[in-house]
């Protein structure tokens, strides 16, 4: 039973590591700069492999100007944002309110059903983590993972967004 469960977890972090490649590919043709904030990569850089840490979604980050360019790409990419009202059908002003208000949307890839969460921002509201956009982005170090290189927050800004982000399922 362990094996099993142990086997469906591999398979999982392997299907989202799959999916980040996906966008690391889509995102690069389209040159929109972002960061995987969790995941498998950060599993590679802390622990070796992409196994040893259970994830559930891909967290990107990316910059707000990039946002609607990149919820288009996601789209055509078969993920569904899964807000009330989603992004692409907002109009101007409620975009930028949802933009000043939020931090991220949610997708679900409806082939694969993986979960995708697109940050523009690393948490809501901004100064709950003392990060400037500025300083994650001048600061961003990369990992090598099977032949690619995947954008991570540095080591600073990596235990100040996991220590928030680790205190909001407190």
């Known amino acids: ?32 700069d972002w960061i995987t904030l969790k995941g498998p990569a950060l599993s590679q850089y802390l622990f070796g492999n992409v196994i040893n840490r259970q994830s559930n979604d891909v967290d990107i980050l990316v910059r707000p100007d990039d ?64 990060i400037t956009p500025e300083e994650a982005w001048n600061n961003v170090k990369y990992i090598e993972l099977s032949g690619r290189r995947l954008p991570i927050l540095c080591d600073k800004h990596l235990l100040l967004y996991l220590s928030s982000h680790g205190a909001k399922h407190l």
């Open 67 to 130: 946002i609607l360019t990149t919820d288009k790409l996601l789209r055509k990419m078969s993920f569904k944002d899964q807000s009330e009202v989603p992004f692409h059908e907002m109009n101007e002003n409620e975009r930028k309110a949802f933009l000043k208000l939020g931090h991220e949307i949610m997708y679900i890839n409806q082939d694969t059903k993986i979960k995708l969460e697109l940050h523009w921002r690393m948490s809501t509201p901004a100064e709950l983590l003392p």
């Open 1 to 32: 039973h362990l094996d099993t469960q142990a086997h469906i977890k591999i398979k999982h972090n392997l299907l989202l590591l799959r999916q980040i490649f996906l966008v690391e590919t889509a995102f690069s043709k389209e040159n929109i």
